[in-house]
């Protein structure tokens, strides 16, 4: 068996390209099993999702504590405890990240990290080829599915099931074809992830009874006054709003809808971001009825 755990933030597509690779892999003839995991629904916090592959049926469930592969979608991730993306991995383990940053500036975040590290701009190559971010699931889940030895022709059936279901035109799906092939190709220079030798043996672990508790155990009892002040999801962010002030009515419509605060208003009333706040969704750039933001890439 193969266990494949995606890492990324609300927003970034990883249980899509979970979808992906588990699609591609079942068009091929696998037994198949895939499964997001998310905190309170957040765009940007981190999340996970879970992608099992075998020849034969699979009877494990739940989360991969030791994956053969991780997929992490962007590299503020690998140090972000809510997010422990290396947690489980061990020498045999290989891990992808996307960033814009190469193999030794990435170890040094993570020295106690041995296994196989491959990094790569996955985030420039989507914009260049789809001109949308939401790309990120296609270019990642292609890019796993090859690692796992997938063949292109698999993948493009498993992206096209994906595809089917969503609301893009043609245009858009033909862009997302396209890039899939551009990684595709660009991942196949990498040696496959292997199977382990000792893979099949949590398969033999009995199925786990779930057994009824009481509702009140899944309604959380506030102990501490609140510390969400203290929680900056600044560094959450890969892209960032910048106002373009000549551009502005003030009409405070970003002031409104920013979901983190993280926007205010200056002695003039034009909005102001607070950076150590903003999260980087980017609801503002797309709500703002002048085109006032423009957005740059974070580089750290
Ligand atoms: S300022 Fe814009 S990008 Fe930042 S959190 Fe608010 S709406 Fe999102
Ligand atoms: S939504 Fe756009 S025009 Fe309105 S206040 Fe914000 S930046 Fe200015």
């Known amino acids: ?66 994956p053969d592969l991780v997929v992490v979608a962007d590299d503020t991730l690998l140090t972000d405890p809510a997010a422990q993306p290396l947690a489980g991995c061990d020498a045999e383990s290989t891990v992808l990240v996307n960033s814009t940053r190469d193999e030794a500036a990435l170890r040094q975040e ?26 990120l699931s296609t270019a990642l889940g292609v890019a796993a599915a090859c ?16 595809l089917t279901e969503s609301h893009m035109s043609m245009a858009q799906k033909e862009a997302n074809r396209q890039l ?11 040696a496959p992830v292997r199977e382990r030798e000792d893979s099949r043996i949590a398969e033999t672990a009995p199925l786990v009874e779930v057994t009824f508790d009481p509702p ?10 609140g510390n969400s002040p203290q929680r900056r999801t ?8 910048v106002l373009q002030v000549e551009r502005c009515t003030r009409c405070w419509i970003c002031f409104v809808r920013c979901p983190e605060a993280a926007i205010s208003l200056d002695a003039q009333e034009y909005p102001v971001v607070d950076y150590d706040e903003c999260k980087g969704c980017l609801l503002c750039v797309h709500e703002c009825p002048t085109h006032a933001f423009t957005v740059e890439k974070e580089v750290r």
């Open 234 to 241: 600044g560094n959450w962010r890969q892209f960032r709003p």
């Open 147 to 162: 690692l796992v030895g997938l063949s292109l022709a698999d993948s493009l059936a498993g992206l096209d099931d994906e």
């Open 1 to 66: 068996m193969l266990r494949i755990r995606f890492h990324g933030r609300g927003g970034q597509g990883m249980k899509t390209a979970s979808r992906i690779l588990g699609s591609a892999a079942f068009r091929a003839g696998f037994c198949v099993q895939d499964s997001p995991v998310y905190g309170a629904e957040r765009r940007g916090a981190p999340m996970a999702a879970f992608t099992r592959i075998d020849r034969v049926q699979i009877r494990e469930r739940g989360a991969i504590v030791r």
């Open 216 to 225: 009140r155990l899944a309604g959380p009892s506030i102990y501490a006054v």
């Open 110 to 135: 993570v020295p106690a990290y041995t296994g196989r590290l491959l990094t790569a701009d996955f985030t420039a190559v989507a914009l260049a080829t789809t001109h949308a971010l939401a790309s």
């Open 180 to 190: 899939a092939q551009t990684v595709y190709a660009q991942a196949s220079s990498w």
